[in-house]
């Protein structure tokens, strides 16, 4: 599976922006996008995913009721809404592909990935 993403920018605190991650080759019906950030000095961390046939969704504590996490049925896309973003939420985010359900939050699970996107909060 091949991943682009987009949609990365600089926003100021409690603004919003939608993350797109396009992907194309081979998907199964069980398997799982995800989003992962990673900050300067810190390690990949897990945020958000969904199974391909969005039947189930998956937050990290830290995004939860801020970030939705989506798929459009008619397009290969995967979409990250994020709302109400702090100046902890600065960081390079990625999209992931894997394909079975187990493992979600775990970065060496997913076999994946894209080139990353830089989302910039200022406060």
């Known amino acids: 599976v091949q991943l682009v993403e987009s949609g990365g920018g600089l926003v100021q605190a409690g603004g919003s922006l939608r993350l797109s991650c396009a992907a194309s080759?081979?998907?199964?019906?069980?398997?799982?996008m995800g989003w992962f950030r990673q900050a300067p000095g810190k390690e990949r961390e897990f945020v958000a995913a969904?199974?391909?046939?969005?039947?189930?969704?998956f937050y990290a504590d830290s995004v939860k009721g801020r970030f939705t996490v989506s798929r459009a049925n008619a397009k290969n896309t995967v979409y990250l809404q994020m709302n109400s973003l702090k100046p902890e939420d600065t960081a390079v985010y990625y999209c992931?592909?894997?394909?079975?359900?187990?493992?979600?939050?775990?970065?060496?699970?997913?076999?994946?990935w894209g080139q990353g996107t830089q989302v910039t909060v200022s406060s």
């Open positions: 992931a592909a894997k394909n079975n359900l187990l493992d979600v939050t775990t970065t060496r699970a997913y076999d994946s």
């Open positions: 080759g081979r998907t199964f019906r069980n398997s799982i």
């Open positions: 969904i199974r391909w046939d969005s039947s189930s969704t």
